[in-house]
């Protein structure tokens, strides 16, 4: 659609809307509108001369004809200005307005012939013949007018253009002269002359058009280039006021400095960071006033070497506020090039650092602290963890020993409440350390060919009297195909299944509990073990579905109570599951129960590795022991007895050390098969002392470390000094006499050290 919408705003854009299609016609209606009534009244004059020069019938039909063609241009002209200056489309309005031209021109024509026609229709103006110099002097008129419409609408003037053109023609040709008549061919001469005059002005009126619009255009090109470049310059001085406002209130303090390194301007908070005011600094390099004493020189030399390349550059620098105190300054240093390109500038950004330098300072202490106090809980969980089992040592051994001698039903009743709280004291003991070697990350897993199945029936077995002697069935449920060897560390799984099962039996009045085992395979190959164990017990409540992972945490204390129990199982088996790459998670319905799912990821094993775990019922006697030379290096006076108790039956050789020190000596001497060694000895440890018995030339000995310190790393400790096994204390009868009896195989092999 052609409308006459404005198509911008600038003076380009307004001289297109000028030249275009639309704005030559909007022109062409307004100057035809402004001249209606000087034409009406130019037709009127006519006619009054015509009326008073050939007959008044000849002035009223002259105007009558003329004026009406008038009218109706005029009024049509009229509504079509208002159409385009609402934006409608003008191609049906240029066609109407070009008939209702047609229409004009013709009647003016008519018009300005009536001398003709009145005097041939109407016998008026007598005999005489008419001379054709009004009428062609109207129609000439007529057409100069014309002509000077046809730039802004050609069809228009076009069409009264050929009105005008072909009425003298007309007249000449309907006249009463013969064509070979002089003054006919004078009249058709003088005829042409005034057409080619009038092509010659419609050329003229065309041409000046012309060059009038490539003139405006010109300028509205100019204008607009003005018009641009000034917005530039305001947006520019708008920017510059911006900047200089931004510079000045800025919270970081700026500095101008020169190529000679002195400050040529600074902000307000220069003057608040370092105490310094625009007068004080101005003209002076910024090193003079604000460089400390401790000023690093790398710093220096590395913000000299940054000026030098040009290049901008960020550090961080120590000065010196006015008043004296230390300021850490961060500074961005950009390099400026000067109008001439050659004279280099900087603009420098400094931020005040010190609050938060000291906050990382602050940070590091309290991390260090950290550290330390960590450090300090694991230094005194090994001590107490170390001091608790020593006495625990000789508690249950002293109570196993105990049991086994000739007791009456009471005393029974006591030695079994002895041993069985020295066990739950001892789980205590272990689960806390356990939360503390998670906590320091110090929990390592020992990967290793296992056989599930063996391992699952071992966990549920043990758990089987519990829930036996509560009345609940314990029910295991396993996929047909679930695979019999994994590799993983099948102790933690031990662990952590212990614990959820061991729970679901603690919380279950009645009913059963069922541990149903899937596998599904891994992205990575290997397979994601499914355990969900579901219980018809207790239930938990919603809101401490995820406060029972917290440690020490129990759901509801007084219900826990009932069951016992010290919160922390859960936790331990939550953050192993997660050391293992795991996850456990909890369903539970308040008085329905609950359903505990542990999911972990295992590599697939192979029957040939798998490494069956020790599950031999304890050897009673001297079984698989013959004779074997012992020697027990312990400074705790009733770890020894315990252990010659535990031996006295034995077919073993026994010998005592009570320091490091003289197990070296004894170790010459007595020609032991297998050592004992405790870890934590007066004179000489035992961590020494193996080393020295594994760098001495004599027949190694198997030695196994018997001792209260827990900790993974003091086992790695102990293999690395040279030992061969790791046994912590407190340590059975039976445990102790399996230990012996695994290593009398290899009595008399040749260790090296
Ligand atoms: P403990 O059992 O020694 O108190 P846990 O960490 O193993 O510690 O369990 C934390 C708490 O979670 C328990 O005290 C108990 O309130 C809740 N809980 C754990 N397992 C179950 C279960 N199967 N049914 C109901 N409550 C349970």
């Known amino acids: 659609m052609t409308t006459h919408g404005k198509s911008g705003t600038g003076p380009l854009a307004q001289h297109h809307d000028r030249y275009s299609l639309d704005g030559l016609f909007l022109r062409y209606l307004r100057g035809q509108i402004r ?17 008073f020069v050939v007959s008044p019938l000849a002035g009223v039909l002259g105007m009558t004809v003329a004026s009406t063609a008038e009218v109706i241009d005029g009024l049509y002209l009229r509504y079509a200005r208002r159409k385009v200056e609402q934006g409608a489309d003008t191609r049906a309005l240029r066609i109407v307005s070009t008939i209702t031209a047609l229409l004009h021109g013709t009647a003016f024509a008519v018009g300005a012939a009536t001398p003709f026609w009145v005097s041939s229709l109407f016998g008026d103006g007598g005999q005489q013949a008419v001379d054709p110099v009004f009428t062609v002097g109207l129609l000439a008129g007529g057409a100069i007018n014309a002509g000077l419409t046809y730039p802004f609408h050609k069809p228009a003037a076009i069409v009264r253009l050929c009105a005008y053109a072909l009425t003298p023609i007309l007249i000449l040709a309907t006249g009463r002269g013969s064509f070979d008549d002089m003054g006919f061919h004078l009249q058709l001469a003088g005829l042409l002359i005034l057409y080619g005059a009038l092509i010659w002005h419609l050329t003229f009126v065309v041409r000046s058009f012309s060059r009038i619009r490539s003139i405006m255009l010109t300028q509205a090109l100019q204008q607009q280039e003005l018009e641009g470049a000034y917005q530039r310059l305001l947006s520019q001085q708008v920017e510059a006021k911006r900047l200089a406002l931004v510079a000045r209130h800025a919270n970081d303090s700026v500095l101008l400095i020169d190529q000679n390194n002195k400050v040529q301007w600074v902000n307000e908070a220069f003057t608040r960071i370092t105490g310094y005011s625009f007068e004080e600094i101005q003209g002076r390099e910024p090193g003079e006033l604000l460089n400390h004493p401790q000023t690093n020189q790398d710093t220096l030399d590395k913000l000299i070497e940054g000026r030098r390349a040009r290049q901008p550059f960020r550090l961080e620098i120590l000065n010196r506020h006015k008043d004296g105190h230390d300021v850490w300054l961060e500074t961005n240093q950009v390099p400026i090039l000067g109008n001439q390109g050659g004279e280099m500038s900087y603009i420098a950004i400094e931020r005040d650092m010190t609050a938060a330098k000291q906050n990382a300072q602050q940070l590091e202490e309290a991390r260090l602290a950290a550290e330390e106090g960590g450090r300090a809980k694991s230094d005194f969980l090994a001590t107490m963890s170390h001091e608790i089992r020593t006495p625990m040592n000789g508690v249950i051994g002293m109570a196993q020993l105990l049991e086994e001698t000739d007791l009456d039903g009471d005393q029974r009743l006591y030695t079994n409440t002895i041993l069985s709280s020295a066990k739950t004291l001892l789980a205590l003991i272990n689960d806390i350390l356990d939360l503390s070697k998670l906590d320091a990350g110090q929990i390592s897993l020992n990967p290793c060919n296992f056989d599930l199945h063996q391992c ?16 609940l069935t314990l029910e295991v449920e396993r996929d047909v195909d679930l695979p019999r060897y994994l590799v993983g560390d099948d102790h933690r799984l031990r662990q952590i299944l212990n614990n959820l099962v061991g729970n679901a039996i603690k919380f279950t009045e009645k009913g059963r509990v069922k541990v149903s085992v899937e596998m599904e395979p891994a992205q990575d190959g290997g397979v994601l073990l499914n355990c969900a164990i579901i219980d018809t017990g207790i239930g938990i409540p919603k809101d401490m ?16 109570r009932r069951f016992g129990g010290s919160g922390l199982g859960l936790a331990i088996s939550r953050r192993l599951a997660e050391a293992m790459g795991g996850r456990i998670t909890v369903t539970s319905e308040i008085g329905s129960g609950s359903c505990f799912t542990l999911v972990l990821p295992f590599a697939l094993g192979s029957t040939a590795e798998a490494t069956a775990l020790p599950n031999q019922e304890p050897k009673g006697g001297n079984d698989g022991l013959s004779g074997e030379r012992i020697l027990v290096a312990e400074d705790n006076r009733v770890n020894r007895l315990l252990i010659q108790k535990f031996l006295k039956d034995a077919s073993v050789e026994l010998e005592f050390a009570h320091d490091g020190a003289e197990a070296v000596d004894k170790a010459k001497l007595f020609r032991p ?63 102790l006499l399996e230990v012996l009896a695994s290593f009398s195989d290899i009595q008399g092999v040749q260790l090296t050290g």
Do not use: H, Y
Request: charged share 20%; hydrophobic share 50%; glycine share 6%.
């Open 35 to 51: 001249i209606f009534w000087p034409r009406i009244g130019f037709v009127a004059l006519v006619s009054l001369v015509l009326g």
């Open 545 to 560: 579905l995820t406060g029972i992972f917290e440690r020490f945490s129990q759901a509801d204390a007084a219900i826990s």
């Open 456 to 471: 699952l029936e071992e966990t549920i077995q043990l758990l089987l009297t519990q829930a036996e002697a509560k009345g």
């Open 673 to 735: 098969d297998i050592i004992l060694m405790d870890i934590s000895m007066p004179v000489m440890d035992g961590l020494e002392a193996t080393r020295i018995i594994r760098a001495s030339g004599q027949s190694q000995p198997v030695i196994v470390a018997l001792t209260a310190n827990a900790f993974d790393s003091d086992r790695e400790a102990c293999l690395a000094a040279g030992m061969n096994e790791f046994v912590t204390k407190p340590i059975s009868k039976s445990q």
